[in-house]
């Protein structure tokens, strides 16, 4: 019953936290284009470079998104990191903000 209530009220159940980010993250990327496609594409490659094509959307946080820039910033000048960050944070931005507060929650169905 819980689980329904924060479903209805837009917050994620714990089967869809328990689910990969990056297969979630592909899907999202699959559906750009141009441009566009090229910068995602680009940050897929890394994603699955740093975290080895798994993360769970219970692991991102504060710190792992951290790891993730600082890795990053040994790859790539630092106009592509803040290209890359902008697309691993785009899944979360309508619920990036919460209370004045960021948080990193996943909030809808990836499949």
Known sequence: ???????????????KLN??????FEKQMNKRGGNSKTAWL???KHLNDFCGGTA?????DREWLEEFIEYVHTKV?????????AKVKCPYIHRFEYNKQLIYIYTSNPT
């Open 1 to 15: 019953m819980m689980e329904l209530a924060n479903e209805a009220h837009g917050f994620p159940t714990k089967e």
């Open 19 to 24: 689910q990969n980010f990056i297969a979630y």
């Open 42 to 44: 680009n940050t897929f």
């Open 56 to 60: 769970l959307f219970t692991e991102i």
């Open 77 to 85: 000048s630092p106009s592509s990191v803040s290209t890359y960050f």
